[in-house]
């Protein structure tokens, strides 16, 4: 607790706060430091959430070095403000204190379609502005990939209950062990009375590496594994992850805690291109993590893989080049294999949809303020964008929250400022 308050002391409190400008959403954070310092808790934590509901859990697994921290005016001086420490301790006591209120009701209906990042969102946005918000998942619980893709010592998922909590309280209904587009469609939702429907899916769809050995026993994807751990007991003694972005550095890290193995990770460039974040690298090489790079995986077996040796030659005019060394290729052991090579979109729902587009990747085609090519459809998230952090997700549901009330309120003669 004295370390939270000395960095809130050392803020500087700065009049054009580089830290807000950092932040996808914007945070107000030298007025938070204040009113933390002020004692004024409830309404620090008050002002958190309404800029961001998902505050209490973006203070945890937020990419800081790239947003407030890594914007911070103290950064010149190599020590900035963590303030995402300060923002965790006001944002988690007030999920355990508020008690919120169900606003006066409008008479309209939203459906959200995923309860991860996005339908979170906007399911609170929008049951403040007095909707009946009912949020539809294909799990049991809410959370999408930060119940089912983050693990337990990155992200408690009392957090997310302690939200749900509060989702309640606003009135928002959940519909869990639902997939929409094979028995239910976004047709027969508009039927039932929606006025609108928001597609927050996200991206569950592991990419293959399309190489020889993938459909074998010991081989698995990572965004799949990290579903439910344990129910991968039997991993062995020695684990290839074939990728380098944070899903392969959660997937290596939950092998370590719940096994005896040892985790190679398999990359076909360099240390400088991982695309995982920096911090999230170097805890997977403190927890054991062996990372292997320039190796390229053209095979997959029973008990390993084949590689090919990467070269990086640096041309003439300064430009990069890289070649597979395919004349000595080698195998490297294992007992199972895991592949972290990114992910897609589901096609459930648009597959049994009409008019809504998506681009040559599968994702949903959105604009700005996440309105889909289907009247009265929205989407927001990595289902659009494709795979970014949890706070991204965030700041571009926020605008199609606006949207929505918008086109709602329009659609029913209700004069509306634009």
Not at 152 to 158: D, H, Q, T, V, Y
Request: glycine share 8%; proline share 5%.
């Amino acid at each position: 607790m004295a370390e939270i308050i000395d960095e809130a002391q050392r803020c500087l409190k700065c009049k054009k706060p580089l830290c807000k400008e950092g932040c996808p959403v914007k945070t107000e954070i030298p007025a938070i430091m204040q009113m933390f310092l002020d004692g004024k808790m409830n309404e620090a934590g008050e002002m958190l959430f309404e800029n961001n509901p998902l505050t209490a859990l973006c203070s945890l697994i937020c990419p800081h070095e790239k947003n407030c921290y890594g914007h911070c005016v103290l950064n010149k001086k190599g020590n900035p403000i963590k303030f995402y420490e300060v923002e965790q301790y006001i944002s988690s006591f007030y999920l355990d204190k508020a008690k919120l209120k169900k606003p006066e009701q409008n008479g309209f209906m939203i459906a959200i379609i995923g309860a991860g990042p996005a339908g979170l969102t906007l399911a609170i946005l929008m049951a403040k502005k007095g909707y009946k918000v009912t949020i539809i998942d294909s799990k049991d619980k809410i959370g999408g990939v930060l119940r089912y893709g983050i693990p337990e010592f990155r992200l408690p998922k009392s957090l997310l209950d302690k939200l749900l909590a509060r989702m309640y309280e606003l009135g928002i209904l959940f519909r869990p062990n639902t997939l929409i587009g094979p028995t239910i469609t976004i047709d027969d939702m508009f039927r039932d009375g929606y006025d609108a429907i928001f597609i927050g899916t996200g991206v569950w769809n592991p990419n293959r590496l399309r190489i020889p050995g993938e459909s074998l026993g010991n081989v698995h994807f990572a965004i799949d594994y990290l579903k439910n751990p344990d129910s991968y007991d039997n991993l062995g003694d020695k684990v290839v992850i074939i990728g380098a972005g944070n899903v392969a550095m959660d997937a290596a890290r939950t092998i370590l805690r719940k096994s005896n193995a040892k985790v190679d990770i398999i990359f076909f460039r360099g240390r400088e291109d991982v695309t995982a974040l920096e911090e999230e690298l170097r805890f997977a090489e403190v927890d054991g993590v062996h990372m292997n790079y320039y190796l390229n995986t053209i095979k997959i077996e029973q008990d390993g893989i084949i590689v090919e040796p990467v070269l990086k030659i640096e041309k003439e005019d300064g430009t990069i080049e890289y070649k597979n060394d395919s004349e000595h290729p080698y195998k490297i052991p294992s007992s199972s294999v895991i592949i972290a090579v990114g992910q897609g979109p589901l096609s459930n729902i648009v597959n049994n949809s009409k008019q809504i587009d998506t681009n040559k990747r599968g994702l949903i085609a959105a604009n700005e303020t996440g309105a889909t090519t289907r009247e009265g459809v929205y989407a927001a998230g990595d289902v659009v964008s494709g795979a970014k952090t949890v706070v991204e997700a965030v700041a571009a549901t926020k605008l199609a929250a606006e949207e929505i009330d918008r086109y709602v309120k329009k659609k029913h003669g209700i004069i509306v400022q634009d």
